[in-house]
C-alpha cells in the first residue's frame, strides 16, 4: 500500500515563499512519475508541477515558472516543491501525486494513481 503524506503548507503574505514536502511510504516502480497539483474552491484542480523518475524531465504549468521548483531526494522517498513569490492567485489545496507508469501528460490528473492528503496554502496581500 502505498501513502503520500504533504506537509509544508501555511498561510503567507504576498511574495512570501512556502516549501511542500510530499513522503512517500511504501513501494512504488522506479518508473515513475511524481507531481503537484492544486486545487482554489470552486474550480478543478489544476496541474502545477511534475517530475520523472530520472529527473531529466520536468513540468511546469505557465502560471508557475520561474517561481515554482520540483525536486525530489530518492534517499528520502520525498517530493518537495519550494514555492517563492506567491500571488493571491496561488491560494489552494495543494495534493502530492505519484504514478507507477509513465505519464504522457503530467497536467491531467487521471494519469496518477495515488494521492495524498493535501496541504492547505493561503497567500494574503
Known amino acids: 500500500q502505498v501513502q503520500l503524506v504533504e506537509s509544508g503548507g501555511g498561510s503567507v503574505q504576498v511574495g512570501g515563499s512556502l516549501r511542500l514536502s510530499c513522503a512517500v511510504f511504501?513501494?512504488?516502480?522506479?518508473?515513475?512519475?511524481m507531481g503537484w497539483f492544486r486545487q482554489a474552491p470552486g474550480k478543478e484542480r489544476e496541474g502545477v508541477a511534475a517530475i520523472y523518475s530520472d529527473g531529466s524531465h520536468i513540468y511546469y504549468a505557465d502560471s508557475v515558472k520561474g517561481r515554482f521548483t520540483i525536486s525530489k531526494d530518492n534517499a528520502k522517498n520525498t517530493l518537495y516543491m519550494q514555492m517563492n513569490s506567491l500571488k493571491p492567485e496561488d491560494t489552494a489545496m495543494y495534493y502530492c501525486?505519484?504514478?507507477?507508469?509513465?505519464?504522457?501528460?503530467?497536467?491531467?490528473?487521471?494519469?496518477?494513481?495515488?494521492w495524498g492528503q493535501g496541504t492547505q496554502v493561503t497567500v494574503s496581500s
Open positions: 511504501g513501494y512504488i516502480y522506479s518508473s515513475y512519475c
Open positions: 501525486a505519484a504514478s507507477y507508469r509513465w505519464v504522457e501528460y503530467p497536467q491531467r490528473s487521471d494519469e496518477y494513481n495515488y
